[in-house]
């Protein structure tokens, strides 16, 4: 079964870090970019940031660049969001999403283009992130 598992979602506090986690199982992450997105309560989704397939190209969100960093390790068919200087605003919950797969190159319109923000083909069930005292 193809899909994407998000975890280390959980409660932190405002100021603190945590490290979300997009296991792929079923197929080989190495052929998809992945993004990160967040959907926060009475909110539309919003992008957040996108790894090209091989890890080599980074696209932000204009508002998220600075504290959320995007990165992957494909040996571990795992890509992660290390998200740290956490306010409330950032209580969501967090999904990762597969780029297709003619957008997933380090050049181009995916990435670079900012096209992985749109064109998806499947997204993980979404781990809940509060920020809160």
């Known amino acids: 079964q193809t899909q994407l598992v998000e975890s280390g979602g959980g409660l932190v506090q405002p100021g603190g870090s945590l490290r979300l986690s997009c296991a792929a199982s079923?197929?080989?992450?190495?052929?998809?970019?992945i993004g990160w997105f967040r959907q926060a309560p009475g909110k539309e989704r919003e992008g957040i940031a996108c790894?090209?397939?091989?890890?080599?190209?980074?696209n932000y969100t204009h508002s998220m660049k600075g504290r959320f960093t995007i990165s992957r390790d494909n040996a571990k068919n795992t890509a992660y969001l290390q998200m740290s200087r956490l306010t409330p605003e950032d209580t969501a919950v967090y999904y990762c999403?597969?780029?297709?797969?003619?957008?997933?190159?380090?050049?181009?319109?995916?990435?670079?283009?900012?096209?992985?923000?749109?064109?998806?083909?499947?997204w993980g069930q979404g781990t809940l992130v509060t920020v809160s005292s």
């Open positions: 999403a597969a780029v297709a797969h003619e957008l997933s190159g380090d050049d181009g319109p995916g990435i670079l283009g900012g096209a992985c923000f749109r064109y998806l083909e499947f």
């Open positions: 079923g197929f080989n992450l190495d052929y998809y970019a």
């Open positions: 790894i090209s397939s091989t890890g080599r190209s980074t």
